[in-house]
């Protein structure tokens, strides 16, 4: 009897409208088809190449060259490994991190490590509305009028609930960057010198090679990105039995950041480099995509500025409310009338208003707006790494999903390097102001 | 009324004034009402050991005395049988029952009662957080009433605590109304409210999963385990179940479908072939017909064993011997009839129906503009498909803000 009931549920499955992935994929057809196998990894990865990546890794090429590739290369490979461990953490326990946080350390090392996390994502959304305004200026509008307008449109569309929608657009407008890809081919690198760098380090114990570097590493893994992934692949409901296939997903995209990455300072290195250009301002710097978009290169670059721009004012304040009112138990969905969740909206328009007032204080050199969030994201880092992997340690709180001694090994590795390129950065740039060495 | 974060870390001495070590925890058995203290847990380099409440003299945030000299070697490593205050319970998310919504704990007030310390109530307050900041001053200032405390009686410790360690997990959840667990649900993410559903019964389990959002609705359904998402499917009326297997992934839904019951199964598939957001989608297609030839009494006597579901009960859609849609008995109707006249003498013919590629908002207009509670629904050839209810549109009826939310990072 049951038999009958079964056997035609495997093909008239494939006839019903409704199921999910058909309805699923009506929509990429009219998009793009990537948006339907995209998962909170990849997600992330995209919008980890935001302005202040753009011009992280822009600018090592420019002063640069190659130089800084080996360091694009092992800071993909540190991403994938961080990014692995968030992901984990949100499909065994369901929970996001600053919720962990809370419930394994109490109030005081969570009061400390979500406001590490809300100074680093104040600045990164500083670079956010930087991007947007020098996009702005490229395009000739006075960064005043696109500014603000670009603060409301984000905070009217999360507030009346349609940031999904508005979402999936950036995320296909991100397609943007990949034009890096091209055009690093098109300015004909010499490909044995691009190899060479990426696996072999050249060190420099120079300010401006250190800041770049700490900054590179900085925009490669950031605070809020572990965050953002971990409360989305929550979200997702996604749980153990889901999670080799999200590992999948998270390694394909820190890969994909990592591409990017790798291709813009490629770009740069073969154009503005290697024909020694200034790049002082943000036109400077769009300028590399000259040998694709010819004198519509600028405009390109604004457009990728501005798309990453919008897709990162938005993420950064909404991950930051977030996590803050998760882990002390605020009000906290975007669906709820403003009133309801007065905390969560009160982070969110506050992030947006500090983002819109600092970029526009007359005179405000936008490039170094957009780059310092770097150097900040990449200083502070630490402080989540430890933590994230206290908790990924944890054996009460992964059970048998709790990392392998070679796995916290390589892990406490990355965070080791990071905190001792952090020091050094922190000590030479003590040095250079008290002027014992030159810059 | 102390708190436990200012019990907490302070020196355990023993009678004699020696300092035996730090008090760690506090433990409660898990159903007594205002719970006492049954145990405290003092740890000495990094070693705990559990000592009966018969034991200790005092608690208060000055530090904790103990009745006589104490050899703490001989007091056992706590077990898990209690609740630990401190562990299990400060930090984490709870139930308000009274207020219906998720909180998490900042503290909890105890109160010395007769020589027991029990448990009075939670602080979720902000206060209480800039206590555990050691901010208090900050409250001091800006307080213009005392703290309000959630009682004990009030709150619900299942998501906080491990459910194998409860008598009956959730006990107090499951008595809300379903509308009020579903509120709860929508403030956990996907897997917090896969295991409140595992733990409720089938039925409850599925009206309160009704009341989430579809997106959250397929989310939770997800971080299920598939069996147990198999049988509140099965709970469920077809057309929700339909609504809800419609937003799982496709994989996935086959496989829930096989584990479903046959009958349901098959139910569900019939309803999956119409799109979602017409009246095909939103119907429910298992309901009650009544053939125009029948009389009054059999009926009401078929009516009483079937018994559907409260909001289907009102209509019950007269159909000739083809499955034609013919006309309308309302429940009174059927009750005032002589109980052996015909249906078709008491039946209304202007039955107003929509079809089955009706949009939803043609179906809600349809319904506001008679005034109905429930509308049947038809194919071409005029045949009785099913009904939609005033429920199934009440999204396009009532104002967004008012109906059950997702707590999500994002839409």
Redesign the interface.
């Known amino acids: 009897m049951s038999n009958l009931f079964r056997r035609p549920l495997g093909a008239p499955l494939a006839g019903m409208k409704r199921l999910g992935l058909l309805r699923r994929w009506a929509l990429p057809l009219r998009l793009a088809p990537f948006l339907a196998v995209m998962g909170p990894g990849m997600l992330t990865g995209i919008v980890d190449d935001d302005p202040s990546g753009i011009t992280g890794y822009s600018l090592a090429g420019v002063h640069f060259g190659y130089d800084l590739l080996w360091a694009v290369v092992v800071a993909t490979v540190a991403l994938a490994i961080i990014a692995e461990i968030a992901a984990r953490m949100g499909a065994v326990t369901g929970k996001g991190l600053g919720e962990l946080i809370r419930e394994r350390f109490g109030v005081r090392i969570t009061a400390f490590a979500l406001l590490v996390l809300f100074i680093a994502n104040a600045a990164t959304t500083v670079s956010e509305f930087a991007g947007i305004a020098g996009a702005s200026e490229i395009f000739g509008v006075s960064p005043y009028i696109t500014v603000p307008l670009a603060a409301l449109l984000i905070f009217t569309v999360v507030v009346r609930g349609t940031y999904r929608r508005v979402e999936k657009v950036l995320l296909i407008g991100a397609l943007v960057s990949f034009s890096y890809v091209i055009t690093a081919f098109l300015a004909g690198p010499d490909w044995g010198d691009v190899a060479r760098s990426s696996v072999v380090p050249q060190f420099h114990l120079t300010l401006p090679y250190l800041t770049l570097l700490i900054g590179l590493i900085g925009t490669t893994i950031t605070p809020w990105q572990q965050f953002y992934l971990q409360s989305s692949v929550v979200d997702k409901g996604l749980g153990e039995r889901e999670y080799p296939m999200e590992r999948i997903d998270v390694y394909a995209g820190s890969a994909a950041a990592g591409i990017i990455a790798f291709f813009i300072i490629v770009t740069t290195a073969a154009t503005l480099h290697a024909n020694a250009q200034p790049a002082d301002t943000v036109t400077d710097v769009g300028k590399a995509l000259e040998p694709l978009a010819g004198d519509f290169a600028a405009k390109l670059f604004a457009i990728a500025l501005l798309n990453a721009g919008l897709l990162g004012a938005a993420v950064l304040p909404l991950t930051t409310a977030y996590a803050i009112c998760g882990a002390f138990g605020w009000e906290r969905s975007i669906n709820a009338p403003l009133r309801e969740a007065p905390v969560f909206f009160g982070l969110f328009g506050g992030l947006l208003l500090i983002g819109t007032v600092v970029v526009l204080i007359p005179g405000a050199p936008l490039l170094v707006l957009m780059f310092l969030p770097n150097v900040v994201g990449g200083i502070l880092l630490p402080v989540i790494l430890i933590l994230m992997l206290k908790l990924v340690t944890d054996r009460h709180i992964m059970g048998d999903w709790v990392s392998t001694p070679k796995g916290t090994l390589i892990a406490w590795l990355v965070t080791g390097a990071i905190i001792v390129v952090s020091v050094v950065y922190a000590v030479i740039a003590v040095l250079d102001a008290l002027g014992l060495v030159g810059g | 009324m102390p708190f436990l974060s200012q019990l907490l870390g302070r020196p355990a001495l023993d009678a004699d004034g020696k300092s035996i070590g730090v008090l760690r925890d506090l433990l409660v058995p898990s159903d007594a009402p205002y719970p006492p203290v049954a145990a405290i847990v003092v740890g000495d380099h990094g070693r705990l050991h559990a000592i009966p409440w018969a034991n200790v003299a005092s608690v208060t945030p000055r530090g904790t005395a103990l009745r006589s000299p104490i050899a703490l070697e001989r007091y056992p490593q706590p077990g898990d049988d209690l609740i630990w205050l401190g562990r299990d319970l ?4 709870i139930v308000d029952i009274h207020g219906v919504k ?3 704990v ?1 503290d909890i007030a105890l109160t010395p009662i007769n020589g027991d310390l029990r448990l009075a109530g939670v602080d ?1 307050t902000v206060a209480g ?1 800039l206590r ?2 050691g901010l208090e001053w900050i409250a001091r200032i800006a307080r213009k009433e005392r703290p309000r405390l959630i009682d004990w009686e009030e709150v619900d410790i299942g998501p906080a605590v491990d459910e194998v360690r409860l008598k009956n997990p959730f006990d107090r959840l499951r008595r809300l109304p379903p509308a009020d667990i579903g509120a709860v649900l ?2 956990m ?4 409210a ?2 409140v559903l595992e733990a409720l019964p089938d039925e409850i389990a599925a009206d309160a999963l009704a009341e989430l ?1 579809e997106e959250h609705q ?6 299920m385990e598939p069996e147990e998402a198999a049988d509140v499917l099965d709970q469920m009326p077809p057309d929700e179940a ?1 609504d809800v ?7 996935r ?2 496989e829930l ?2 584990l479903m019951t ?1 009958r349901q ?2 139910e569900v ?1 019939s309803l ?5 957001d017409t009246a095909g ?1 939103l119907m429910n297609s298992r309901i009650f017909a009544v053939q125009e030839t029948e009389i009054a009494a059999r009926v009401l006597d078929d009516l009483r064993r079937a018994a559907p579901p409260e909001d289907e009960i009102y209509y019950l859609y007269v159909v000739d011997s083809s499955g034609r849609l013919r006309g309308v008995l309302s429940l009174r109707d059927l009750v005032v009839a002589p109980p052996d006249s015909l249906i078709v003498d008491s039946m209304r013919e202007d039955v107003p129906f929509v079809e089955l590629d009706d949009s939803k908002e043609e179906v809600a207009r349809k319904l506001i503009h008679y005034n109905l509670l429930a509308i049947p629904v038809v194919d071409e050839e005029r045949r009785l498909k099913g009904m939609v209810t005033v429920n199934d549109v009440i999204d396009l009826v009532a104002p ?2 008012w109906q059950n ?7």
């Open positions: 400060l930090d984490k998310q998720l909180v998490r900042n979720n957080l555990r900041l929508g403030g993410s996907p897997a917090e896969a295991d959002s397929a989310a939770v359904l997800a971080a339909a297997l419609g937003d799982v992934e496709l994989e839904a086959g479908m096989r046959p199964a098959l598939q999956l072939i119409y799109e979602e989608g967004r803000h939310r997702p707590r999500r990072m994002t839409g």
